[in-house]
């Protein structure tokens, strides 16, 4: 596995946490990892560990928010620390807002689609190159326009390029199956189309996995 993630250019772990703490360790010091595992990061005592991804030292992180805001900054503008170290900060957020996705931007993705669904059923996809890159730490640009009749952003991932559908799942149980052609391909700043109906007006989204072929 080591002389795959060489030949693929793999050379570190990217983490980023629910407060928008982001951190790069070289995936070489990992190799020997105790029964008892290792420390990966140090975190502040009200924030969490939420990623983890593999990254080749010269690709994009995006990051999204749960208030609709995202970042897409170079990897390279965070310096590689060891284990057991704090990271720094990725994305500045409100009080009351929280990471709710990190994904890595390499060659083949900056040519793909972003998915984005919102807590009320609204969704859509926005291609990559809408995100602009900016400097890390700032507050970032829109990934939707959030209001009342959308609720918040809950699922914000990279629509992987063999991608035919996409399962919708609320917090009551309810389940859509779509073809991903059928979601609108829109810009940041707008809400999106209604993806899911609810049975039970009170339900909201709870998550969204692509499927592939």
């Known amino acids: 596995k080591r002389n795959e993630q060489k030949e693929k250019g793999i050379a570190y772990i990217f983490m980023a946490t629910k407060r928008g703490v982001t951190k790069k360790t070289k995936l070489s010091e990992f190799e020997n990892i105790r029964r008892n595992g290792l420390v990966s990061i140090k975190l502040e005592s009200k924030d969490e560990l939420i990623w983890a991804k593999l ?20 990897e390279g503008e965070v310096r590689h620390t060891g284990r057991d170290t704090m990271g720094v900060r990725g994305i500045m957020l409100k009080p009351e807002d929280s990471v ?4 890595v931007i390499d060659t083949l993705a900056k040519k ?3 998915l984005t669904v919102m807590e009320k059923g609204i969704g859509k996809k926005t291609e990559v190159a809408g995100f602009p890159k900016q400097r890390r730490g700032g507050q970032g640009v829109k990934v939707a326009e959030i209001k009342p009749k959308t609720g918040k952003v809950v699922v914000s991932q990279l629509v992987p390029p063999d991608c035919e559908e996409v399962i919708l799942t609320s917090n009551k149980g309810q389940v859509v199956k779509l073809p ?11 809400s999106g189309v209604i993806l899911m109906r609810f049975t039970d007006k009170s339900d909201t989204i709870a998550a969204a996995t692509c499927l592939t072929k």
Not at 55 to 65: F, K, P, R
Not at 181 to 189: D, E, F, G, I, T
């Open 112 to 114: 793909g689609e972003f």
């Open 55 to 74: 990254t080749s030292g010269e690709d994009d992180i995006l990051l999204v928010s749960h208030e609709g805001k995202s970042i897409r900054f170079a």
């Open 180 to 190: 991903i052609k059928s979601v609108p391909k829109l810009s940041r700043a707008t």
């Open 100 to 103: 709710v996705s990190m994904d």
